[in-house]
């Protein structure tokens, strides 16, 4: 629903505010009228940070987190240990452990959880991609978020990944249900972390 109370060119910005996610047209319109004070240079900054981001950052071909250089700096970090993959969700996560730096091994962003109702089957997501990274692991600790899809999508991959006589682990409970990693503070996430159990 447009109005007409601003110029085109503004209400087109207020649109693309009102697009992101937890902007509601209120906030979209104070946003957009604050780049319309602001100095040039700041809203020029605003608007080439965004463009750096879609042309400059892209999927590390091995974990799948959002990264400038292929493979990315975890992946390549020689001190880090490969041989325990810690699977989660959503780049985001990533940044959330790394935050409590109580882990030391890789990741794998499978990008999203199992989810019939939503139309997401295993096949959605990159579970062969992880299977394939499986070969010289000895722990693979399941960092999903503690609701119904993240506990089916565990409770599937620890099927496929026990047989093959390695350790499934998985994040103490303490995490609230149906809570999501991104909302939980890094002293919880740490403990969680340290006292994982196995599956
Ligand atoms: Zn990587």
Redesign the pocket.
Known sequence: MKSDIFPATLQDLIEEFNKLPGIGRKTATRLAIHILKVNPEEARALAQAIIRVKENIRF??????I?EE???????DPARNQRQICVVEDPTDIMMIENTHEYNG??HVLGGTISPLDGIGPEDLRIKELMKRLDNVDEVILALNPSTEGETTSIYLSKLIKPLGIKVTRLARGIPLGSNLEFIDELTLSKALRSRQEI
């Open positions: 590390c071909s091995v974990c799948y987190n990264t292929d493979p990315c700096p975890i992946c390549r890789v990741y």
